[in-house]
Structure formats: structure tokens, C-alpha cells
């Protein structure tokens, strides 16, 4: 799927495929790519964009957009998010969580913070709470208005990406 609202002038573009909003595996990264390695899931993302697409899995960038995504929430029934924590570990730890419960999924960092709990909350209340596997990347450090990832952050996409591609292939099978 090509996130054409996501690609900066000069930066090459995946090929374009047409996204399937009935797929039952949403891969959901949130983040802000104007704060450094807080939009460490939005890159991941992109990196996803340029490899082959896993059957019965879409792409989204939820950028900061919380409550808005609500109705991509209900229609998948596994989520895969990836997202930026400051959980105290080392920049680029990468965790797999799987909260039971909207009070169990961990506060983000930025803007998203009010969308998250509240989306799922909402989602949970109208019968439709997903199965949720939150990857988390750990930064230290937030810049604003910078759009590159520290190294420590940017050395984690890799095991993210084909964590979150076994995974996908994974939930999407069991469909």
C-alpha cells in the first residue's frame, strides 16, 4: 500500500497496491515523524511499504490520529501496532506486548497519548476490541522537528520488521 501522505519530496516511493480493508490483520504503526525517534513506528511502516505485502495483512499509518482510526479498529480482528515507548530500557529494546485490556495497553509519548486508550476503549464498548500485539521500541531521547531516528532506534527496525511479518503471517493464517 502506498502511504502517499507519509512520503517526503525526494524520498523513493513503494509500489503502489491496493489496500485491502477487509483484511483481517491491520498493521498499525503510530508516531510523530516530526519528533525524532518517536515516529520510530511510522518508519517502520515505511520499511514494511518495500517488502512483499503478507496475504490477508494492511498497512496503516495512524500518524497521531487516536479516535480517528476507530472504525480501521473495528473491521480487523487482530491488530499488530508499533509504536515508540520511553519505558526505561536501552533505545532500541523492542518488546511484544499483548494487553488484555484497554487499561493494560501503555501510555505513548506524544499527541496520541489521549487516542490510543480511548480508541480501544471505544472499540471494547461497541463489541469490537481486537486482538492486540503491541510492539514497542524504547527511545530515550525526543527531538522536535527532526525526522531522523538515533542509531540505537534506527538498528531496531530490522528485528521489528520481521517480527511483525511472522507475526501477520502467522494471524492471518489462523483466519
Do not use: W, Y
Not at 509500489?15 to 515523524?33: H, K, Q, S, T
Amino acid at each position: 500500500m502506498l502511504l502517499l501522505d507519509t512520503t517526503l519530496v525526494g524520498e523513493d516511493s513503494p509500489v503502489p497496491v491496493a489496500p485491502n480493508f477487509d483484511a483481517p490483520v491491520l498493521i498499525l504503526a503510530v508516531g510523530n515523524l516530526l519528533m525524532g525517534d518517536e515516529g520510530v513506528g511510522v518508519h517502520t511502516l515505511r520499511a514494511l511499504e518495500h517488502e512483499p505485502l503478507v496475504p490477508g495483512a494492511r498497512l496503516l499509518d495512524g500518524g497521531v490520529a487516536g479516535v480517528n482510526l476507530l472504525e480501521d479498529i473495528q473491521r480487523a480482528r487482530a491488530v499488530i501496532m508499533i509504536d515508540a515507548t520511553r519505558d526505561g530500557s536501552p533505545a532500541g529494546t523492542v518488546k511484544l506486548l499483548r494487553p488484555k485490556t484497554v487499561g493494560a495497553i501503555p501510555q505513548g509519548l506524544s499527541a496520541h497519548d489521549f487516542g490510543l486508550k480511548d480508541l480501544f476503549a471505544a472499540a471494547a464498548l461497541l463489541g469490537a476490541m481486537p486482538d492486540v500485539h503491541l510492539f514497542t521500541i524504547s527511545v530515550v531521547e525526543v527531538k522536535p522537528m527532526c525526522i531522523e531516528l538515533s542509531p540505537p532506534v534506527a538498528s531496531a527496525i530490522p528485528e521489528v520488521l520481521h517480527a511483525v511479518r511472522a507475526l501477520a503471517a502467522r494471524l492471518a493464517a489462523e483466519n
